[in-house]
């Protein structure tokens, strides 16, 4: 595997579910990233962790916890989440100690809250 | 004043035309414009970026303009080609931070139609 890798690919849960979401990062960095992707919209920063560090959480809410047990695995724990929830979430990594480092992208996991 | 605001929305351009995408900030802290491809089903990735001590960057076919004065800067895709039909993400960023912290455009989605 090389790059940036997330399972699943697509998820469909409902709201009293409790998921994972993984990413995993095979190119050494420091740095990792969760954005959700939501359709006509920007994407937008949820979490970063740097060096294994939680270094920014965007506002997020508590049904969203993020986990970094190492520099190479990052793990997004869903719970209770709610339909407006649904969109594509992408994990990225970079670096990490520049603000210029080039982030890279997984191909994202696709969910769906009914 | 995070905002990054990018246009059009959506672009259709011939084989061989010139795509011009875009995007204006309000932040002066600003100091780092990467612009960001996606495909369908794919995460984005790095195509161009650009510092503020320049005011134009070439790649290729790719080349970022930015005016630091009017706080705008802008994608041209020349000779356009079916191939270039994806997602285009402007984003900005502060080089300064220890990670990347990336305020995303709501992207353009552009078809080269052969």
């Known amino acids: 595997e090389t790059g940036v890798t997330q399972t699943p690919r697509h998820l469909v849960m409902g709201m009293t579910n409790k998921k994972s979401l993984k990413c995993e990062q095979h190119?050494?960095?420091?740095?990792m990233y969760w954005y959700k992707q939501s359709a006509k919209k920007p994407l937008e920063l949820m979490f970063v962790?740097?060096?294994?560090?939680?270094?920014e959480n965007n506002s997020v809410p508590s049904r969203f916890s993020p986990e970094c047990p190492n520099s190479s695995h990052l793990f997004l724990h869903l719970h209770t989440l709610q339909p407006e929830d649904s969109a594509l979430y992408l994990c990225?990594?970079?670096?990490?100690?520049?603000?210029?480092?080039?982030?890279?992208f997984g191909p994202g996991t696709r969910l769906t809250v009914l | 004043q995070q905002q990054v605001k990018q246009s059009p929305q959506s672009l259709i351009v011939q084989k061989g035309g010139i795509s011009i995408i875009n995007c204006a900030y309000e932040?002066?802290?600003?100091?780092?414009f990467p612009w960001y491809q996606q495909f369908p089903g794919k995460g984005p990735a790095l195509l161009i970026a650009i510092r503020p001590d320049v005011s134009e960057k070439k790649e290729g076919r790719f080349t970022i303009s930015f005016n630091k004065s009017a706080k705008q800067f802008s994608l041209h895709i020349m000779d356009s080609q079916p191939g270039d039909s994806a997602t285009y993400f402007c984003?900005?960023?502060?080089?300064?931070?220890?990670?990347?912290?990336?305020?995303f455009g709501q992207g353009t989605i552009l078809t080269v139609h052969p």
């Open positions: 932040n002066t802290a600003f100091d780092y």
């Open positions: 990225a990594s970079s670096r990490g100690g520049g603000g210029t480092d080039t982030q890279y």
């Open positions: 190119l050494g960095h420091n740095a």
């Open positions: 984003a900005a960023g502060v080089g300064g931070t220890s990670y990347g912290k990336l305020t």
């Open positions: 962790y740097n060096f294994k560090e939680q270094t």
